[in-house]
């Protein structure tokens, strides 16, 4: 027979040993949280980026620049643009491949990427996905003329939809 001492340190074993096992299952179950932030969310994959329709050659050069609020007022803007090439905005060509132009309310000009999406319009803009707060979308294009427009809704109300007309070469 096992003597009451020897008992209950066999039974302090017991108890012990079940706890043990108790939480580690407990730790091993996922339970609901009780904190009040939630679980953080996988991350999306990120989209390969899809080249623009547009090559950034084709729109480097210099250019006049207006704006216009109300599409009625475009033809009007052209003509406005045109008589701005004795000041033309220069677009440059970039180091990376793409065009150095100014972001909105920036006073100095960086590398911007022209950048294609799944929905086929082309946008203008620092690196990372298409659409983004940053960029502009260009609205459109055809050689002689590019209409762009801001995607953050603030700078797309002070600046319009910025047309751009090439200036003849200099003679």
Not at 21 to 31: E, F, G, P
Not at 94 to 105: E, F, K
Not at 107 to 136: C, F, H, M, V
Request: net charge positive.
């Amino acid at each position: 027979m096992i003597s009451s001492r020897n008992a209950r340190t066999v039974a302090n074993l017991a108890i012990a040993s079940a706890l043990t096992i108790l939480l580690a299952a407990c730790s091993s179950m996922s339970l609901p949280s009780l904190s009040s932030s939630p679980p953080p969310d996988a991350e999306p994959g990120v989209a390969p980026e899809m080249p623009a329709t547009i090559r950034s050659d084709e729109i480097v050069g210099r250019w006049g620049l207006a704006s216009f609020q109300n599409p009625n007022d475009r033809a009007r803007t052209e003509a406005a643009a045109r008589g701005q090439c004795k000041q033309p905005y220069v677009i440059g060509a970039g180091a990376s491949g793409g065009v150095v132009m100014h972001l909105a309310d920036q006073a100095t000009p960086q590398e911007l990427r022209l950048k294609g999406s799944p929905s086929g319009k082309n946008y203008i803009g620092p690196a990372g996905p298409a659409g983004g707060e940053q960029d502009r979308e260009i609205v459109s294009f055809d050689g002689r003329v590019l209409v762009t427009r801001f995607i953050e809704k603030d700078a797309a109300v002070r600046y319009g939809n910025m047309v751009y007309v090439r200036c003849a070469p200099r003679a």
